[in-house]
């Protein structure tokens, strides 16, 4: 059981991302899927999450209109593009799966498996 992010780096203010995160087992297919960021001297916090079936997203407030959660086809490999981003955005990005096919939340407990993260830096 594995996720493993990739796609961070540093991008001027105003740039965009596409950060990837690819999990090993097909049962990752049927889970909700989640990101979520912390920052240095921050807490973790979410960003978005996207349903088993790729139907149901969700995203924190912060980001909503700036960033799209999506997942491949075979459900194994969940996408974040971040457009517009702001040097508030500049964190470790984190890919985490909750055991539940549709029930989306904020929760960092409610997530049983995560990666190890992909540095996001925006510069002003």
């Known amino acids: 059981v594995q996720l493993v992010e990739s796609g961070g780096g540093l991008v001027q203010a105003g740039g965009s991302l596409r950060l990837s995160c690819a999990a090993s087992?097909?049962?990752?297919?049927?889970?909700?899927m989640g990101w979520f960021r912390q920052a240095p001297g921050k807490e973790r916090e979410f960003v978005a999450a996207?349903?088993?079936?790729?139907?149901?997203?969700h995203y924190a407030d912060s980001v909503k209109g700036r960033v799209t959660i999506s997942r491949a086809s075979a459900g194994n490999t969940v996408y974040l593009q971040m457009n517009s981003l702001k040097p508030e955005d500049t964190a470790v990005y984190h890919c985490?799966?909750?055991?539940?096919?549709?029930?989306?939340?904020?929760?960092?407990?409610?997530?049983?498996?995560w990666g190890q993260g992909t540095l996001v830096t925006v510069s002003s």
């Open positions: 087992g097909s049962i990752f297919s049927r889970y909700v």
């Open positions: 996207i349903s088993g079936s790729g139907s149901i997203t």
């Open positions: 985490a799966a909750r055991r539940s096919w549709d029930s989306i939340v904020q929760e960092n407990y409610a997530y049983a498996y």
